[in-house]
């Protein structure tokens, strides 16, 4: 038996289609909306962060510190090491070591790509607990 405006039936049925032409109308114009207001969102804020005390490490094992030199030269206990091979060399290293934490201390007149680059090999060696060493801000 059919069902419709169209049926032989006797009483008229309404129909239960939906119209889906109003729900159209307003994602489009949420979609617009979300155009034009995601670029004023990505231009950030002036936020002007706490200053706080130095708080000092905790560590069980002897913490593993990775030296950055002024000129770029990477060294952890005064062994020097290299960029090129600091993944490989980081995975061995932290395999056998309970603190997984990994401590770099740059000079303040290392340029902020060669650090970015040691920490790029450190997290492609799977360590992601590091901090980078700085001294406390005199008064």
Known sequence: MAMGPNSNSKKPRAMSDINITPLVDVML???IIFMVTTPLMQQ????????????G???TDKPFIIVINRNGQLSADRVPLQLAGLSKKLKAIFKTRRN?????????RT???WVASV????????IFDISLVTLPKVK
């Open 29 to 31: 114009v949420l979609l």
């Open 44 to 55: 950030g804020l002036q936020v002007e962060l706490p200053r706080t005390a130095p708080s």
């Open 57 to 59: 490490i905790r560590a």
């Open 100 to 108: 997984k934490q990994l401590y770099i201390q740059a000079d303040k």
């Open 111 to 113: 340029e902020y790509g």
């Open 119 to 126: 920490l790029a090999e450190a997290r492609s060696a799977g």
